[in-house]
């Protein structure tokens, strides 16, 4: 079992930064890659960012490509999100995700059903 934590969430201007960090605990070294999603009201969740565990390979989508960086930090077991000059598109309850599953391609962790364990959602909300 691998428990997931999230935090950094908050209400901020268009133009801030926020750093989403999630901590990872229990059996992490089954953890292949982990990844952030995101959902905004009447929306499907979405894909945003992806590293993989090991090697370090990230993959982004247009919408964050430029403005956000994932990393992680393995002796802590803790996955961040930098999420810099956010716009009010940004907003949305963003998800920490972790998948079990060894994909030879970071881009093969773009599927919501690609992941095994999720966190419990952390609001972002940019007004403008």
């Known amino acids: 079992q691998v428990q997931l934590v999230e935090s950094g969430g908050g209400l901020v201007q268009a133009g801030d930064s926020l750093r989403l960090s999630c901590i990872a605990s229990?059996?992490?070294?089954?953890?292949?890659?982990m990844g952030w999603f995101r959902q905004a009201p009447g929306k499907e969740r979405e894909f945003v960012s992806a590293i993989k565990w090991s090697g370090g390979s990230t993959y982004y989508t247009a919408p964050g490509e430029g403005r956000f960086t994932i990393s992680r930090d393995i002796a802590k077991n803790t996955m961040y999100l930098q999420m810099n000059s956010l716009k009010p598109e940004d907003t949305a309850v963003y998800y920490c995700?972790?998948?079990?599953?060894?994909?030879?391609?970071?881009?093969?962790?773009?599927?919501?059903?690609?992941?095994?364990?999720w966190g419990q959602g952390t609001q972002v909300t940019v007004s403008s």
């Open positions: 229990g059996r992490t070294f089954s953890i292949a890659a």
């Open positions: 995700a972790a998948a079990l599953r060894s994909y030879y391609s970071i881009t093969s962790y773009s599927a919501a059903n690609d992941y095994d364990y």
